[in-house]
């Protein structure tokens, strides 16, 4: 049989072994947590940059449809929803290139 006096501090051992791994899983935690705070920066800013991408791609169609009409006024709308819709239509099918991701 053990003494007590061994087994105590042999426990002890384990508590002083196991603390040190969790404050060593914390650590790589708190790292984690930093990582993926910088990531979805990175994607909101390409979300956000895409977004500007679209919109001003839509603009440009939509002036070309107005143009091709004979920039007749009053189709302003129609014109808007088809290059949204032409513009959409085409990017979704297309690989999105988000390279602000890439160099984190």
Known sequence: MQ?????LEQKEGDLENALREL???????????????VLRTAVQM?????SEIVA???RRRAYK?????GY????????WLQAEAEILGS?????KDCSKIDSI
């Open 65 to 69: 449809l107005y143009e091709r009409r």
């Open 56 to 58: 001003e791609a839509v």
């Open 91 to 95: 990017s979704l099918a297309e690989p």
């Open 23 to 37: 404050a060593d899983v914390q650590i790589a935690l708190e790292k984690a947590q930093q990582d993926f705070d």
């Open 72 to 79: 007749r006024d009053g189709f302003d709308r129609d014109d």
């Open 46 to 50: 390409c979300a956000d940059n895409e």
């Open 3 to 7: 003494n007590p006096i061994d087994v």
